[in-house]
């Protein structure tokens, strides 16, 4: 209980320190969140690092979620010249909001994140609103019984200005029709006071109709309902008027290759990298295909693969192939979008209701241990009396490996989705033992070809010989893993799909060593239990789908003792299931949804690592589309649980109240505005009490200790016990954006501006709150005199966390330009960015009735611990300058040269300055 | 006698009965249009003496004038007028011409009649396929039935068909012959005899000539697709939507 209690006192200061942490690093991550995302569209995101090159992260991930799903997906984001660039296509489901954050992991192995606070908890949240042009189809029920005529004008045509009629027969049966009257609308417009309306014919001669694309719709109002009857484009044009019309495949095949070339300075190392990227597409009929590759000499084996390759074919949408480096998605609990090296292949019949995928790879590459030699140190009694020796082996140059890591799985689910599916599917991973050499004992040095014991003697090697156990691998042995998910899902629509339900439920099985295979009858006895043969002749039988033993996550055995003997009964432990059901309603006016979740504490995939577990509870959202789609509220309420599974001492119960509103006007001259707060709260029950400690220092108490009367040999008597650490806290996040688009001096400019709030109180831990401020505001301009496009920026981010223990503000503004020159020929371009970075942290230092740590030794009753801020404060400001510059030359239609150049100063630090230059040239095809 | 009462009975009653059925269908179709002036060149006058209508068509007032059953379209020496009926046949009238409408349309689904006295000049018509539907163009010697096709006819009781099928009758006669594309026939003054034969392509051209002149305005869209390179080196390709005046 005791441990427990500092564990996760530990772990609670640990997360506060890394979630700031990211802020005192050279990097930082500038992004300015979209409004809203269009359904059906792709939807850029862009995230700018200022001072960042290629060589100095190993990968950036943007993990997104729907709906609060309970895992992310995850995709690989480009980098290009201190940009970050992906795009997010929602796709046609039934969510109202995306969340994500991203991640940059750099060769240090350290995380870089955006948001910076508790990313997984804390993500950027942005409403889908329906695609514009399709809002006002989608969102009327068709009506039925009523057949019409289009007299005029033809749908798709051109029709000049003084000849525009619109003209529409109707027929229907009078009596079989709800009350209500026809509706003419053009653009959206309601113009039926205007037109010539019967019974059974509407025309309308529209004066004035302004050039270009327009909509007729023609509706059915009732007093409950509108409905649609017909809705049809046309233009008013000139003739030999041209309007584009947008970009379309082709079969050509296409593709292009490009070979770069970069020199960098970075802290006055000189590094030269060479890369080439080639992509090649096209298709034939129904017949799809592309192939990828990037090729660099930053390959290295120390790193998983950054050399990158991979090919899809595709027949119309029966047969989908992937080999190489593929993205496979199977479901949230298995994997969503993890890179595996591999295949991933999948298959439709029968108009979708039979659909098989496959898939198998490399999720991890191995990566071979790098050791030192032995190392013996004596043990030593008195002044030089060796009575002993230890025998260490230690990882050289961070040399820790890791073994190759397959994956398996397939899907098999018959159905169509929309109407009624079920499917079934499992994942198998496995790490392959004979990948790597890996050190678990004298006898592995002895076996291998590891020349690591040339520095001991005779007889230290005869020591090590008969007891190869003694030998301590320092930072741990790596251990391989086995996982299995199984499972199920279920889904169906009704109503046209406007009613769905979808649920998975789904079985996983860890093991953390599988060195020793299954676990044997001789291996129990070893461990002092006895196991009857059947069972062990099971996990034999099970082996090849996963290696159960003594190291599995949750053993599946329950130990019981009859008169001194133990034995082994198997038992189900629900653990390790995990499911979600949920049901949604998707109106024209109105989108609800309920979800539910139960997540064990034992659950995992190895091939998604972003599964929030042990958790359980539902989740109800409602979002009100008002005024043709243009105005989105939505409320949500979510009650969540941990310890699912009752192993832990207290539950931690968290509600969060959620409401956005988002103003999204068809006519860009006005501005599209969203404005959300979350509020939650999370509290696990449990009284902060010390009674050792004044009430001041009671929240900053190391233990949460109570008293309690107890009798001890026939006396009672007052004694004090360790609880669970309480937590009760609650945060507000209020989050707010706006984007205005507006013409001044014959230029036409792009207004974005976010404004973000975090702030989260804790009633029980004196150093729990954090406060976070953060503003972005970013303005693009394009002249219509000059062919050039200027942006300008500014960021401010202001964080307070651990109630003082660490304050950073980070700002900045970055001005830049494009230039096209030489009908587009040259395009050059250019980017000025300024962040200064200030940061006060404070250390902790736990004190008692003595004093402090840090001044004099402590009394020796740690009940009355508590911390406190030590005097002491370390500031750090620096600022950075990074000027970008680039230029693009276009040799001929096919063959391009581009150039780039970074340089990066940092200010108030001994810091040299880097720089990176950069050819690049691009054929295409 | 009895029985012949009853028989006149009867009659007497299923007439008054179908008076009234008819009666019905008449007032359940007889207030919707049956066609409209989607186009016209001054001067065009819309006569109906028993609803006493007449009307000069104005291009800033009447464009997309409704036409009812009895109404006359009469056009003058300079005017043109294009016609859309309720299932979307065309009929485009020359200068001097005077047509009568008559006809029904359904209110509950698109069955509908239409036909057209012809009682001067000439009219080139693309008629709608027809299913169960009937159209008819009339001249005091000829009656032309159509189920779906392009045709002129004249008041004189020439027709000439472009594409498709029409049956021509002699009204006096009773004589009924059936064009099929390029052919013509031509009814004489007493409306007993037909002569009929093919048309060569010229003749065609010559006999369209002046249908152009009240062409449809809606211009067909089409589609040029220009490629270029874009500022990434990639191939795309654009579809330019052109609108340009159609052929029909």
Same mark, same amino acid.
């Given at each position: 209980m005791l441990v427990k209690g500092v564990i996760k006192k530990i772990l609670t200061i640990f997360i506060i320190l890394a979630a700031t942490s990211t802020a005192y690093s050279q990097f930082n991550i500038q992004h300015q969140a979209p409004v809203l995302?269009?359904?059906?569209?792709?939807?850029?995101?862009?995230?700018?690092?200022?001072?960042?090159? #290629?060589?100095?992260?190993?990968?950036?991930?943007?993990?997104?979620?729907?709906?609060?799903?309970?895992?992310?997906?995850?995709?690989?984001?480009?980098?290009?010249?201190?940009?970050?660039?992906?795009?997010?296509?929602?796709?046609?489901?039934?969510?109202?909001?995306?969340?994500?954050?991203?991640?940059?992991?750099?060769?240090?192995?350290? @995380?870089?994140? =955006?948001?910076?606070?508790?990313?997984?908890?804390?993500?950027?949240?942005?409403?889908?609103?329906?695609?514009?042009?399709?809002?006002?189809?989608?969102?009327?029920?068709?009506?039925? %019984?009523? +057949?019409?005529?289009?007299?005029?004008? +033809?749908?798709?045509?051109?029709?000049?200005?003084?000849?525009?009629?619109?003209?529409?027969? /109707?027929?229907?049966?009078?009596?079989?029709?709800?009350?209500?009257?026809?509706?003419?609308?053009?653009?959206?417009?309601?113009?039926?006071? #205007?037109?010539?309306?019967?019974?059974?014919?509407?025309?309308?001669?529209?004066?004035?109709?302004?050039?270009?694309?327009?909509?007729?719709?023609?509706?059915?109002?009732?007093?409950?309902?509108?409905?649609?009857?017909?809705?049809?484009?046309?233009?008013?044009?000139?003739?030999?008027?041209?309007?584009?019309?947008?970009?379309?495949?082709?079969?050509?095949?296409?593709?292009?290759?490009?070979?770069?070339?970069?020199?960098?300075?970075?802290?006055?190392?000189?590094?030269?990298?060479?890369? %080439?990227?080639?992509?090649?597409?096209?298709?034939? @009929?129904?017949?799809?295909?592309?192939?990828?590759?990037?090729?660099?000499?930053?390959?290295?084996?120390? !790193? #998983?693969?950054?050399?990158?390759? *991979?090919?899809?074919?595709?027949?119309? +949408?029966?047969?989908?192939?992937?080999?190489?480096?593929?993205?496979?998605?199977?479901?949230?609990?298995?994997?969503?979008?993890?890179?595996?090296?591999? /295949?991933?292949?999948?298959?439709? !019949?029968?108009?979708?209701?039979?659909?098989?995928?496959?898939?198998?790879?490399?999720?991890?590459?191995?990566?071979?241990?790098?050791?030192?030699? /032995?190392?013996?140190?004596?043990?030593?009694? *008195?002044?030089?009396?060796?009575?002993?020796?230890?025998?260490?082996?230690? =990882?050289?140059?961070?040399?820790?490996?890791?073994? #190759?890591?397959?994956?398996?799985?397939?899907?098999?689910?018959?159905?169509?989705?929309?109407?009624?599916?079920?499917?079934?599917?499992?994942?198998?991973?496995?790490?392959?033992?004979?990948?790597?050499?890996?050190?678990?004992?004298?006898?592995?040095?002895?076996?291998?070809?590891?020349?690591?014991?040339?520095?001991?003697?005779?007889?230290?090697?005869?020591?090590?010989?008969?007891?190869?156990?003694?030998?301590?691998v320092r930072s741990g042995n790596i251990n391989p893993r086995g996982n299995l998910v199984a499972g199920g899902d279920l889904q169906f629509g009704i109503d046209n799909n406007r009613i769905r339900f979808e649920s998975e439920a789904v079985i996983s099985a860890l093991n953390n060593n599988i060195y020793d295979g299954p676990l044997t009858s001789q291996r129990a006895d070893d461990l002092g239990f006895d196991v009857d043969e059947g069972i062990t002749d099971l996990l034999e039988q099970l082996s090849w789908l996963i290696i159960v033993n003594e190291n599995m996550d949750v053993l599946p055995l329950n130990l019981n003792e009859d008169d001194g003997e133990i034995t082994a009964e198997p038992f189900f432990p629900t653990s390790i299931l995990a499911g979600n059901g949920e049901l949604s309603f998707r109106y024209p006016g109105n989108s609800l949804r309920i979800q539910y979740r139960w997540i064990g504490p034992n659950f995992n995939s190895l091939a998604n690592s972003t599964i929030r577990r042990d958790i359980a509870g539902f989740t109800v959202s409602d979002r009100v589309n008002l005024f043709s789609n243009r105005l989105y509220v939505t409320i949500a309420y979510e009650n969540l649980q941990d310890n699912v599974s009752n192993t832990r001492d207290a539950t931690t119960n968290t509600i969060s109240y959620r409401s956005n509103i988002s103003w999204y006007p068809v006519n860009r001259d006005l501005p599209r505005i969203s404005a959300s707060f979350r509020y939650r709260t999370r509290d696990n029950g449990v009284q902060r009490q010390n009674y050792l400690l004044s009430d001041d220092l009671l929240n900053a108490a190391v233990r949460n200790i109570q008293r309690e009367q107890r009798t001890i040999n026939g006396q009672d008597t007052l004694i004090a016990i360790v609880t669970p650490t309480p937590r009760n806290n609650n945060s507000l996040n209020i989050n707010s954006s706006i984007t205005q688009q507006f013409r001044l001096f014959n230029t036409r400019n792009d207004l974005s501006l976010n404004i973000s709030n975090l702030k989260t109180t804790d009633e029980v831990f004196a150093f729990g709150d954090v406060l976070s401020t953060s503003v972005s505001v970013n303005l693009t301009s394009r002249f219509n005199d000059a062919p050039l496009e200027t942006q300008l920026g500014y960021t401010y981010n202001d964080t307070e966390s651990g109630s003082g223990q660490s304050q950073v503000l980070i700002s900045g503004f970055y001005v830049g330009g494009q230039l096209f020159l030489w009908d587009n020929t040259l395009n050059i371009n250019a980017r000025l960015a300024y962040t200064n970075n200030d940061s006060e942290t404070r250390n902790f230092d736990v004190c008692d009735s003595s004093g402090c740590s840090s001044d004099q030794a402590l009394n020796e009753n740690p009940n009355d611990d508590y911390f406190a801020l030590a005097d002491e404060s370390t500031s750090r400001s620096f600022g950075s300058y990074v000027f970008q510059a680039g230029a693009r030359y276009n040799i001929t239609e096919n063959h391009a040269l581009l150039f780039d150049a970074n340089l990066t100063n940092i200010t108030n630090q001994s810091v040299q300055n880097d720089r990176i230059v950069q050819l690049r040239y691009v054929y295409s095809f | 006698m009895k029985r012949l009462f009853k028989y006149v009975y009867i009659s007497v009653f299923l007439i008054t009965g179908m008076g009234f059925v008819s009666s019905s269908v008449i007032n359940s179709t007889s207030d919707r249009p049956i066609a409209i002036v989607k186009h016209f060149k001054p001067d065009v006058n819309l006569r109906n003496l028993e609803v006493d209508k007449d009307l000069m068509l104005d291009p800033q007032e009447n464009m997309g004038e409704q036409l009812f059953s009895g109404d006359s379209l009469i056009t003058r020496e300079e005017g043109f007028a294009l016609v859309v009926f309720m299932d979307r046949s065309v009929a485009k009238v020359k200068p001097s011409s005077m047509l009568i409408l008559k006809g029904e349309v359904g209110t509950a689904s698109k069955e509908m009649s239409t036909r057209i006295d012809l009682e001067e000049g000439e009219v080139f018509l693309e008629v709608q396929p027809q299913g169960g539907n009937d159209f008819e163009v009339a001249t005091n010697r000829s009656l032309a039935s159509v189920k779906g096709t392009n045709f002129g006819n004249r008041s004189d009781g020439y027709i000439w068909v472009q594409e498709g099928q029409v049956d021509v009758t002699a009204l006096n006669s009773g004589q009924t012959v059936s064009l099929f594309e390029k052919m013509y026939a031509q009814v004489d003054d007493q409306g007993n005899d037909i002569q009929s034969g093919t048309l060569s392509d010229e003749e065609i051209e010559e006999l369209d000539e002046g249908f152009d002149e009240v062409e449809d305005n809606d211009l067909e869209q089409k589609e040029i697709i220009l490629k270029f390179r874009d500022q990434n080196g990639q191939l795309q390709e654009i579809t330019i939507d052109v609108f340009e005046e159609g052929n029909n």
């Open positions: 995302f269009e359904r059906g569209v792709d939807n850029a995101i862009t995230f700018n690092v200022p001072g960042i090159t #290629q060589t100095d992260f190993q990968q950036a991930i943007l993990y997104y979620r729907y709906d609060g799903a309970s895992s992310y997906q995850q995709k690989e984001v480009q980098y290009n010249n201190g940009f970050f660039r992906t795009s997010i296509y929602p796709e046609a489901n039934n969510a109202s909001t995306i969340e994500y954050y991203f991640e940059i992991t750099l060769n240090s192995g350290v @995380g870089l994140f =955006y948001p910076n606070n508790l990313p997984s908890e804390n993500p950027v949240t942005v409403e889908i609103v329906d695609e514009a042009g399709d809002q006002k189809t989608q969102s009327k029920e068709q009506i039925e %019984g009523v +057949d019409y005529t289009i007299l005029s004008p +033809d749908a798709g045509t051109g029709v000049s200005p003084e000849n525009v009629v619109i003209a529409v027969a /109707l027929f229907y049966d009078m009596q079989s029709l709800e009350p209500g009257e026809f509706r003419l609308l053009i653009d959206g417009q309601d113009v039926t006071e #205007q037109a010539d309306t019967s019974a059974y014919y509407i025309s309308y001669v529209p004066k004035n109709l302004e050039r270009g694309r327009h909509s007729i719709a023609i509706e059915y109002a009732t007093d409950t309902k509108t409905y649609a009857v017909t809705n049809w484009d046309f233009s008013v044009v000139a003739p030999g008027q041209a309007t584009f019309q947008g970009f379309q495949e082709n079969n050509i095949p296409q593709g292009n290759v490009e070979l770069s070339a970069r020199n960098q300075v970075i802290a006055g190392d000189i590094n030269n990298a060479y890369s %080439g990227r080639g992509r090649v597409s096209g298709k034939v @009929g129904d017949f799809r295909y592309s192939a990828k590759g990037f090729l660099t000499s930053q390959e290295d084996p120390r !790193l #998983q693969p950054q050399n990158r390759y *991979g090919v899809n074919l595709a027949y119309g +949408d029966i047969w989908n192939f992937e080999a190489g480096h593929v993205y496979p998605n199977m479901s949230q609990f298995t994997i969503a979008g993890r890179r595996i090296h591999g /295949l991933n292949t999948s298959v439709h !019949l029968l108009n979708e209701n039979i659909n098989m995928q496959f898939m198998y790879g490399e999720l991890e590459r191995s990566i071979t241990n790098l050791y030192d030699s /032995l190392i013996v140190e004596d043990v030593v009694i *008195g002044a030089d009396s060796v009575v002993d020796r230890n025998y260490f082996l230690t =990882y050289k140059d961070q040399g820790r490996g890791n073994f #190759q890591r397959t994956i398996t799985g397939g899907r098999l689910s018959f159905g169509n989705e929309e109407k009624f599916q079920i499917g079934f599917h499992a994942l198998k991973i496995e790490d392959d033992t004979t990948s790597i050499t890996n050190v678990r004992d004298y006898r592995d040095i002895v076996n291998s070809n590891l020349t690591l014991n040339s520095n001991l003697n005779a007889l230290e090697q005869d020591s090590l010989a008969a007891n190869p156990e003694d030998l301590v | -």
